[in-house]
């Protein structure tokens, strides 16, 4: 799926588009987010593997 710079229609073609012959370009960009659950998960699989010692315990129980 290839959106046309130029009229902004949707088409599936991919060298040019078929209505006023203009550049196509694909028309969602990745979508990039820091806080996704995706990131969430990983960050608390690594805490249970034991990889990440950020939170070190505050009260030392000897
Ligand atoms: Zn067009």
């Not at 046309?4 to 088409?11: A, D, P």
């Not at 995706?38 to 593997?49: A, F, H």
């Not at 990889?51 to 315990?57: I, N, R």
Request: glycine share 6%.
């Amino acid at each position: 799926m290839r959106k046309c710079v130029k009229c902004g229609r949707y088409t599936l073609r991919r060298d040019k588009c078929p209505v006023c012959g203009g550049e196509l370009t694909v028309p969602h960009p990745p979508r990039f987010s820091p806080e996704d659950k995706y990131v969430e998960y990983r960050l608390k699989m690594k805490m249970k593997s034991g990889l990440l010692s950020l939170d070190k315990p505050l009260i030392y129980d000897p």
